[in-house]
């Protein structure tokens, strides 16, 4: 039986709390004291635990995925703790790859990322304020930064690699420049504080004290907001808080980029959470709890990514899940918020469905919240006591609808769920209610420190019901069975009132336990419990008496028939096992025992017996020996036979300096320790003895290996564990404490080559005899078998699994499913439903692996795959290669659509993309988007720059009334007054005729060559000379403004043209290396057969031949002589990893579609064949 090496954690510290995270490949992890658990969220089972930390862990992250489509990578993790160190693990090898260090400085943020060229990098925010950037596997220090004021978290812009933001408690700094290849600058400080008048500051405070006061004020949303200021000075800001009812800003708990809306940030404190628009640095939105809800907890709010929602963690445990909502006015049907003249754009949050509280006392806590990336749907939370409880996010229809026996329809994510924000739909329809339901609830040890025991050892008549269960007993007075091949929990049961002291196993299914709550004193309550593993039923056969002596330990025959109990100031008690009575109580002059063990050897003896009515009866008694020594070093030999107990030989023990502590008994050897560290060897058969001082401290326990010919010894001292080999008479291994380990606090043999560890550090360890490996090979232990996540799998079988979760065109019918058994049957069904459609297919098996780049490019494709069906309906006959492969028009798409307004299929057909992806949406739905949030802006700003810019953009989308409106709000005493009345005189009177147009160019090209390029790009789009600016905006590097412009004011042409030009100039450039966001961009403008090319030259393979059959199945791409040798190219790519993965009937049918390479790939397969 093959035991792997593992950690079983334990409870939680209050460092801990907020270290939680849900991978992308569907493993939670949460930190335990010094250890970090590892938990599959499909079986909540423990995966493994990572052990290296000798202080209690703060804070931990996994690495994104970021691995081409149908590849495989090891899972890479990293922690850190109070002493300041961050250890990288790689989770599959079960190793630490780094240590890394700054001065013991302790980390207060940690962030493991990959850049758009994947790279991965690791961004760590030292106390007080030193950011410092590292390569993860490497353990090299690429730069560091150190900021003038406290910093305790920080969080990266999710659209923007060049933007961070850190929090300090009472201000949030932003950097803007921040690059892996040097040190950022210091960047900009800002404050919060109320417009308590109609007009905020419009310039820094003059005088030193007016500098150095920020005042903060309650919200009452949507009457009062917040603006957030620029610490001009040096000096840090004081807070003045004038009333009860006012928002610190020391309650700051956390502060985020928000997932779906572009230059926002979440702001989160104890009763309040701010939505704050960084470009007029104005808060538009608040949700306020109520005085009698629970506060939030650290870390307590999720901003959801695929669609406009977050989840929210109070404090008595409650998981609340809020759906963005207008609040004074309504989109209309095909619109988008706030794009209806008349109509307010201000939105909150709406709370949708809570879970169940939990029962908070002082030992359960809520320490953390994660969310799966990958869907969105399900929540974890973890308590201090260890419990891990996830809660899946459900409409209530579908278990309604499901009913008792039926398999409940997948919702692969919360995209299928909700409606996108950007749609004019209401999120959630309103027939549709949501709930929280319990799906998955895992548990840990209890309480330590432990006192462990391991069940009686394989044999040959034992091995065909065998489990190899540890028992573990913790301070609550709880029994916890493990079975440590499998890492799952068999029991945990309650078994006493105090401290377990002593576990002994009375057969492979019982066990005896024993209790007090002092065991410095020699009186005082005792608790023995007999406990059944099969039933969970514990009897209390000894009631303990008034004044009683302390249970000092329990010994068990090596036949089960005999127990003895051993009191602290009382004489030792013989019981018989079977039927649990007492069989003698010593008397009172008997001698005082510090250490017993029973003879591994016996004898049975069959007696024939008489009854009462002359019949006979034969039975057998049982005849076992034992030994103890006493306080004066004698050792004493005792026979047991029946209910007779003899006394035997009293000699001396011999080599013993003190008071013998510990003893072990094997064959023919006794071992005895005492309390001055020494160790005496007794060969009983030859009378010979070895005596060994090995200066480790008192023996606390000595164990023989199990097994006939096993000459290992385990050895508990005070200061160490020691492995001994009797027969060499050389120490093995030894592990000593606390300098490399947590003191250990109790030590068993768990299997012939294993030892199982009690670390006062609150965990159990089942290492190897070197004592050196607490973790093992992810995909060595035994219950991942049970699981579904292919990253628990080698790598061949993960393949496998990605493979048979996309689309089979080879077998329609009858998809190979070998690797999907452990899928349940909604997935599996789901799967069957969507093969008719190869895209939605990809996009619900990329959920299901995980992928973030995969669910985002099968998002968009399925997006403009629906627009595109669309236009060919109207289009007929019309020939698919005669747009040069630009085939997604989104305008002529949009136009068809509206002539059929009330066709609620073509309105479906055209849903939107979610915000986060709105730079890959339609020129239409992205114009509206961006007018609804400058529309927000300029009702939420108080007029300074931040008027200015909604001006700006109100002339760039086009809508001259509203810049012109705020133009002539500017103050007369302004500076910039004069200006700003000229511009909206431009603005009112110019036209897009005449000899004007001419003027404005020339005047537009002036400023662009004397760096106005601002000012020249708005001159150029009051012409309609908008690609000419989107031109200039590119040559000056520009490349993000130009996108924008292009898509809020060209035609669907020229807005590819400058898309194009991103794409080969600048996304793809070795410099830039951002081939990801280019794939998605060539999918905005349909360019097909760029999509592919950039796909293969990334590598994926997988993900290209997927694309290639879904545009083939939609008919939206033919192969032509053009691009017949790149589509031949991947499918012979695609063609050689599926022969690699010995799904020999994908290869065929890819080389058949490859070409004369592809022709030859299938002659050298059938000659391998016919060979082997």
């Not at 810049?963 to 009345?981: C, G, I, K, R």
Request: hydrophobic content about 35%.
């Amino acid at each position: 039986m093959k035991i792997a090496a593992r950690v079983f954690p334990g409870t939680l510290v209050s460092q801990n709390k907020g270290a939680l995270i849900w991978g992308d490949h569907g493993l939670i992890a949460y930190a335990a004291n010094t250890t970090v658990a590892v938990v599959d969220s499909t079986t909540m089972q423990h995966v493994t635990a990572l052990h290296s930390h000798r202080s209690p862990i703060t804070k931990i992250c996994w690495a994104p995925s970021s691995i081409p489509v149908g590849d495989v990578d090891d899972l890479f993790l990293a922690s850190a703790d109070t002493s300041g160190f961050i250890i990288i693990f790689n989770v599959t090898a079960g190793k630490a790859k780094q240590k890394l260090s700054e001065s013991n400085k302790v980390v207060n943020a940690l962030e493991l990322f990959h850049t758009k060229n994947s790279e991965l990098y690791l961004l760590s925010l030292h106390q007080p304020a030193l950011l410092i950037l590292w390569n993860p596997k490497s353990g090299e220090q690429i730069w560091k930064k150190s900021f003038s004021e406290s910093l305790s978290s920080f969080s990266r812009d999710p659209f923007s690699e060049d933007c961070i933001v850190l929090n300090g408690g009472g201000f949030v700094q932003f950097v803007k420049d921040f690059s892996c290849s040097q040190a950022p600058s210091d960047g900009t400080r800002f404050f919060l504080s109320s417009n308590s008048s109609a007009e905020p500051p419009l310039s820094s405070p003059s005088s030193s004290s007016e500098k150095n006061r920020v005042t903060s004020m309650f919200f009452d949303f949507p009457r009062r907001s917040r603006l957030m200021l620029s610490d001009r000075s040096s000096s840090k800001a004081q807070i003045s808080v004038e009333d009860d009812n006012q928002l610190q800003l020391s309650n700051l708990l956390s502060v985020k980029y928000h997932c779906t809306r572009r230059n926002t940030l979440v702001l989160v404190y104890t009763q309040d959470i701010l939505i704050l628009d960084l470009d007029i640095k104005q808060t538009i939105s608040v949700v306020s709890l109520e005085r009698s809800t629970c506060p939030f907890v650290e870390f307590p709010v999720y901003p959801c990514r695929y669609r406009d929602a977050m989840y929210c963690l109070h404090d008595n445990g409650t998981v609340v899940f809020r759906i963005r909502k207008l609040i004074n006015g309504t989109a209309e049907a095909g619109g988008s918020e706030g794009s209806v003249a008349g109509k307010s754009p201000e939105f909150g949050y709406e709370s949708h469905c809570s879970s169940d509280g939990m029962r908070i006392t002082k030992s359960q806590k809520v320490y953390g919240l994660a969310v799966c990336p990958a869907t969105e749907m399900k929540a974890a939370v973890v308590t201090s006591e260890g419990k891990l409880l996830v809660w899946e996010l459900s409409p209530v229809s579908r278990h309604i609808d499901a009913g008792v026996n039926a398999v409940p329809q997948y919702i692969a994510s919360i995209s299928e769920l909700l409606n996108p924000s950007t749609s004019g739909q209401s999120m959630l329809p309103e027939e549709e209610k949501l709930s929280f339901f319990l799906t998955g609830v895992s548990n840990s040890l209890s309480q330590g420190p432990f006192v462990i025991r391991m069940c009686p050892p394989l044999t040959t008549k034992n091995f065909h019901i065998y489990q190899p269960y540890l028992a573990v007993g913790s301070v609550k007075g709880t029994i916890q069975i493990f079975d440590i091949q499998t890492g799952h929990m068999v029991r945990d049961e309650s078994v006493l009132s105090c401290q377990v002291r002593g576990i002994e196993w009375a057969s492979l299914h019982s066990l005896v336990a024993h209790g007090c709550e002092n065991l410095n004193g020699n009186t005082g309550k005792s608790e023995i419990a007999f406990v059944n593993i099969k039933t969970g039923n514990v009897t209390n056969f000894r009631p303990s008496k008034p004044d009683e002596g302390v249970v000092q330990m329990i010994r068990i025959s090596h036949m089960k028939h005999y127990m003895v109990i051993v009191f602290k100031n009382k004489p030792m008690e013989l019981w018989e096992m079977k039927t649990l009575t007492l069989l003698r109580e010593m008397p009172s002059n008997f001698p005082t025992v510090t250490s017993l063990e029973w003879s591994p050897s016996s004898f049975k003896k069959k007696l024939t017996t008489d009854d009462n009515e002359g019949y006979s009866s034969s039975h057998s008694m049982v005849k076992e020996h034992f030994v103890f020594t006493d306080n004066t070093c004698l050792l004493h030999h005792y026979t047991v036979e029946g209910s007779l107990i003899k006394d035997g030989s009293t000699i001396g023990a011999q080599g013993v300096s003190g008071t013998v502590t510990a003893m072990g008994w094997k064959n023919e050897l006794l071992c005895l320790g005492d309390v001055n560290s020494n160790i005496t060897f007794w060969n009983l058969r030859y009378k010979k003895t070895s005596n060994w001082a090995m200066g480790k401290g008192m023996v606390r326990k000595i164990r023989f290996a199990p097994g006939k010919e096993n000459s290992k010894i385990l050895m508990l001292f005070n200061e160490e564990v020691q492995v001994y080999d009797r027969v060499t008479y050389m120490t093995i291994s030894s592990l000593s404490f606390p300098k490399a380990i947590g003191r250990v606090s109790d030590a068993d043999w768990a299997a012939s080559d294993k030892i199982a560890l009690s670390i006062a550090d609150g965990y159990v360890a089942i290492t190897d005899v070197s004592m050196q490996h607490f973790m093992t090979y992810l995909h060595a232990l035994p219950e991942l078998s049970e699981s579904y996540l292919p990253c628990v799998y080698p790598a061949s079988q993960q393949l496998l699994i990605n493979y048979q979760l996309y689309p089979q065109p080879w077998s329609v019918d009858s998809p190979e499913q070998s690797q999907l058994v452990n899928f349940p049957d909604n997935i599996k069904k789901s799967l069957q439903l969507s093969a008719s459609n190869n895209t939605q297919h990809c996009l619900l098996a990329s959920h299901l692996c995980g992928n973030r780049f995969a669910i985002d490019f099968w998002t968009i494709a399925s997006h403009y795959m629906k627009v595109l069906k669309n236009r060919q309906s109207g289009n007929a006959g019309k020939n698919a290669d005669d747009s040069k492969g630009n085939l997604f028009v989104p305008s002529t798409a949009e136009e068809e659509l509206t002539k059929d307004s009330d066709s609620t299929s073509a309105h479906e057909a055209f849903a939107s993309l979610e915000s986060s992806l709105e730079i890959f949406s339609t020129n239409k739905t992205f114009k509206e988007n961006e007018l609804s949030r400058v529309t927000l802006q300029e009702l939420k700003n108080y007029g300074g720059e931040a008027r200015l810019d909604c001006a700006r953009r109100y002339i760039l989308l086009g809508e001259y009334d509203r810049a012109v409106h705020l133009l002539l709000q500017s103050e007369s005493d302004s500076s910039s007054s004069y200006t700003d009345s000229l511009r909206a005189c431009l603005l009112a009177t110019v036209r897009t005729s005449g000899a004007s147009q001419s003027t404005l160019k020339l005047v537009a090209t002036s400023l662009i060559a004397h760096g106005k390029l601002a000012e020249g790009v708005e001159l150029l789009c009051l012409i309609d000379k908008s690609l000419d600016a989107c031109r200039y905006l590119q040559s000056y590097g520009h490349w993000d403004e130009a996108v924008w412009l292009s898509k809020v004011t060209l035609p669907d042409v020229d807005s590819a043209e400058v898309i194009s030009r991103w794409i080969n100039d600048y996304l793809t450039s070795p410099s830039v290396n951002q081939k990801k966001q280019a794939v998605l961009a060539a999918l905005s403008t349909g360019d097909l057969m760029k999509v592919v090319e950039l796909l293969y030259g990334m590598q994926c393979f997988s993900l290209a031949a997927n694309f290639i059959e879904a545009c083939f199945q939609e008919g939206l791409l033919a192969v032509t002589k053009k691009n017949s040798p790149t589509i031949e190219a991947v499918y012979l790519q695609y063609g050689r990893l599926l022969n690699d993965a010995d799904m020999d009937n994908g290869a065929i049918y890819c080389w058949g579609k490859a070409g004369e390479q592809g022709k030859q790939c299938l002659v050298e397969m059938q000659l391998s064949s016919s060979s082997n």
